[in-house]
């Protein structure tokens, strides 16, 4: 592996894990054997507006696209093939004014993505379009001395909760007028 992977996920239909890399600003994708449970590298992804400072990706709820948080203010969007579960770059959509976001989850309608936003301590939200793009539309603070450190929501998608990156604060609530 290159050094220092930032986080990983996996797809929806439990067939491939995404591992992304701080350092090589890449993802890597790997199917996993049905049988024995070993990992194949099948793609390594670069470019794509990828940057340092990220965390695992997020797959959305009809596994059709995958969205790396970026550390410089971007998210890129990949198509997810449904046969091979490697990926196409869509698109790269801006998440704040300033930047700095890092952590994103989707909400369950698939309609709505989130970005947590350390350097604004801000929360982004975007419309997801059908081609999987995202088109930001507005942001909420959290009112702390840090950034939102990881994103939750409710299965419902009424709430949506992050605490702040200083263990010592708070866990933020926000309601999600759907």
Same mark, same amino acid.
């Given at each position: ?24 600003? %890449? &993802?890597? $994708?790997?199917? #996993? !054997?049905?049988?024995? *449970?070993? =990992? ?33 203010? %971007? &998210?890129? $969007?990949?198509? #997810? !093939?449904?046969?091979? *579960?490697? =990926? ?91």
């Amino acid at each position: 592996l290159p050094a220092a992977p930032g986080g990983m996920t996996s797809d929806r239909t439990g067939r491939t894990v995404y591992v992304s890399f701080d350092t090589s600003r %890449t &993802i890597q $994708v790997y199917r #996993i !054997d049905d049988a024995f *449970g070993d =990992l194949r590298l099948i793609q390594e992804v670069t470019g794509s507006g990828l940057s340092g400072s990220r965390e695992a990706a997020t797959v959305d709820i009809s596994n059709r696209f995958l969205y790396q948080v970026n550390g410089n203010a %971007t &998210i890129s $969007v990949f198509a #997810i !093939d449904p046969f091979s *579960g490697t =990926l196409t770059n869509t698109a790269v959509s801006a998440t704040t004014v300033g930047g700095a976001a890092r952590f994103g989850a989707i909400h369950p309608s698939n309609n709505f993505f989130y970005s947590g936003n350390i350097a604004q301590t801000s929360v982004s939200y975007h419309a997801v379009a059908a081609d999987g793009s995202l088109t930001l539309q507005g942001i909420g603070s959290t009112g702390g001395t840090n950034g939102p450190s990881q994103i939750a929501m409710d299965s419902a998608g009424q709430n949506l909760y992050t605490p702040n990156f200083n263990a010592a604060e708070n866990i933020y609530w926000f309601t999600i007028n759907q």
